[in-house]
C-alpha cells in the first residue's frame, strides 16, 4: 500500500519503483506510474487496459453498437493481457493488473532481439503496445497446439503517447512498417455482412478459436463474441477448480454457448452432447483425486526469473513447482519450467465430496 494513496501501490522493479492503481478509479485499474527520485513528479504514465464489453448475440449486438457503421473483425486470441513499453531505456512488459511481470519483460527482451521492437520504441518512445501473450505463459495454460514452443506477442492496441488508442487503420499501418505481429484480421465489414460473419465464426468455432474483437474505425467503439468451443473448453477445464470460481463463471459460458448454437444454427444435438461430455470429464475422476490444479509450462533464460515470477504468483495462489531443465527454445538456451497453482478451497471441497463426507445443501 501507498501511504499517500492507498488505492495505489508502490512496487519496485529491478530499480525502477512504480505505483500502480489498485481500482477504477480516475485512472484505470493496472494503470502504472513513474515518479522522479523525490517522488514528486510523475515522469511517465501507462494506463490501464480498458474492459471490452461482451454480446451474446452477435447480430442485434452490432447493431446497436455500430447501427450502419463499418467496423473492423479481429480475431480474439486466449492467452493474457500485456503492455510492453520502454522506460529509462529498458524494455519492460506488464500484466493487466499493473504489475512489471519478469517473464513477460524477458520475453519482450526476446522478441527485441529477434525483431524490430527496439526501433519501434526508439522512434515511438512513449507509445505502449498492447497484445496477447500465447503459447507457453503463466497465467493461461489453455495453449493452442499449433504453435511453436515459448511464448509469441500478438498486438492488438497501441496507445499514443497521449495515452489514448490509435486507430486500426494506423496501428495496422505501425505495425507493418515496423514487421510487429498483429492479432489476424478478419475484415472489415458492416451489418449488411452478416452471413460473412457468421461464417467467420463457424469457421473459428470449428478451429477451437475463441471468437472475435469488433472495432469502429476510430477504435473508440469494441465488442467481444466468443466461440462456444472456447467455452465448452473453459467448462471442461474448470470445473475441477469451480469453487474457487465466482459463482458466474459456468452459468455464463452454458448461457454462451447455448445462445450461439441458437444464432449460428449450429446442430443440437452435437452440442447436448459436447456439452454434456464436458462436465462430465470435468469433474475430478472418483478415486486417486490429490487436488485441484492446473499445470503451466514456461521457458525462462534465468532461474531467477522464474523466482521472481514465483513471488508475484504466490501473492495469490499456491504454486508448486514440479521440474526444471534446460531446453532449447527460440534458438537459445532457457531453463523449461513446470509449475502448478493449486486451488486449495476446491481441493478440500472435492476431497470432502470424493471421501464421502456429509453435506448440507
Ligand atoms: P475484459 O478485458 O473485457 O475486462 P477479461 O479480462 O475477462 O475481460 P476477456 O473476456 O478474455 O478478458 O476479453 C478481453 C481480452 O481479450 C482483452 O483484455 C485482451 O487481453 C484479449 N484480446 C485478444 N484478442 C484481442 C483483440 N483482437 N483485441 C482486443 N483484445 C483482445
Redesign the pocket.
Given at each position: 500500500m501507498n501511504q499517500k494513496n492507498p488505492e495505489h501501490q508502490t512496487m519496485v522493479f529491478e530499480g525502477h519503483s512504480y505505483e500502480r492503481t489498485r481500482k477504477d478509479r480516475q485512472d484505470l485499474r493496472g494503470t502504472l506510474l513513474f515518479f522522479d527520485e523525490s517522488g514528486e513528479h510523475l515522469l511517465r504514465k501507462v494506463p490501464g487496459?480498458?474492459?471490452?464489453?461482451?454480446v451474446y448475440r452477435l447480430k442485434e449486438g452490432i447493431d446497436r453498437l455500430f447501427g450502419n457503421d463499418p467496423f473492423w473483425t479481429?480475431?480474439?486470441?486466449?492467452?493474457?493481457?500485456a503492455r510492453i513499453f520502454e522506460h529509462g531505456g529498458e524494455l519492460l512488459g506488464a500484466s493487466?493488473g499493473g504489475f512489471i511481470c519478469p517473464f513477460t519483460t524477458e520475453w519482450a527482451r526476446i522478441w527485441a532481439e529477434d525483431g524490430k521492437l527496439k526501433k519501434f520504441f526508439r522512434e515511438n518512445p512513449q507509445h505502449v503496445l498492447?497484445g496477447?501473450v500465447v503459447g507457453d505463459n503463466p497465467y493461461n495454460f489453455q495453449r493452442d497446439p499449433n504453435l511453436a514452443p515459448g511464448a509469441h506477442f500478438?498486438v492488438?492496441?497501441v496507445f499514443s503517447s497521449r495515452g489514448q488508442f490509435i486507430s486500426p487503420e494506423e496501428r495496422y499501418a505501425l505495425l507493418e512498417k515496423y514487421d510487429l505481429s498483429g492479432?489476424p484480421v478478419r475484415g472489415h465489414h458492416c451489418k449488411a455482412h452478416m452471413d460473412e460473419l457468421y461464417n467467420i465464426l463457424r469457421d473459428l468455432n470449428r478451429q477451437k478459436r475463441?471468437g472475435?474483437?469488433l472495432?469502429g474505425q476510430k477504435g473508440e467503439r469494441?465488442l467481444?463474441f466468443?466461440t462456444p468451443s472456447t467455452d465448452i473448453q473453459d467448462l471442461r477445464d474448470t470445473l475441477q477448480v469451480g469453487f474457487d470460481m465466482d459463482s458466474g463463471f459456468f452459468f455464463n459460458r452454458y448461457l454462451r454457448a447455448s445462445l450461439f448454437v441458437k444464432e449460428l444454427g449450429l446442430d443440437r444435438n452435437e452440442y447436448a452432447e459436447e456439452i454434456g461430455r464436458a462436465f462430465l470429464e470435468g469433474t475430478p475422476e472418483l478415486n486417486d483425486f490429490t487436488e485441484s490444479s492446473e499445470r503451466y509450462v514456461i521457458h525462462v533464460r534465468e532461474k531467477q526469473t522464474w523466482e521472481r515470477l514465483r513471488d508475484l504468483l504466490k501473492a495469490h495462489v499456491l504454486i508448486k513447482c514440479d521440474s526444471m531443465h534446460p531446453a532449447k527454445i527460440h534458438g537459445r538456451h532457457m531453463v523449461e519450467v513446470h509449475f502448478r497453482r493449486v486451488y486449495q478451497k476446491s481441493s478440500h471441497r472435492y476431497r470432502r465430496i470424493l471421501n464421502g463426507h456429509l453435506h448440507q445443501d
Open positions: 487496459f480498458p474492459p471490452i464489453k461482451r479481429e480475431e480474439k486470441l486466449d492467452g493474457y493481457n493487466r498492447c496477447e500478438f492488438f492496441e492479432v475463441e472475435v474483437v472495432k469494441r467481444k466468443v
